[in-house]
């Protein structure tokens, strides 16, 4: 009879960060205007960006997935014990084949 040939593996944390993109319109108000010295006025640019983020985070805006990056975490650390690893058995006891 063939013994099973113990194998080795190491744990390695992961983060994946999904991008999604989405269009708002931000409607141009007298609050997101400057007036010039010569009368005339001209969007605050950094209010508008403010805006168009703040319009973003609201419930209906139709988010689209642009892409999916896969990497390394930065910190890592050993996984969570699970009920039944080999790690939570009573000393002594025999390895849960299930979990083989």
Known sequence: ??????SYSVS???QRTTTEFAFVSVPVTADLMIEQPDGTGR???ARMVQRAVELGEAA???????GRQVQPHPIQT???RLA????DAEPG??????RM
């Not at 209906?60 to 642009?66: N, S, T």
């Not at 039944?84 to 790690?87: H, M, R, T, V």
């Open 60 to 66: 209906g805006v139709a988010w689209h997935p642009e």
């Open 43 to 45: 969007i605050d640019v």
């Open 1 to 6: 009879m063939n013994e099973p040939v113990p």
């Open 12 to 14: 390695f944390r992961l």
């Open 93 to 98: 006891a025999a390895p849960d084949p299930a």
């Open 84 to 87: 039944g690893d080999a790690l």
């Open 78 to 80: 050993p996984p969570p």
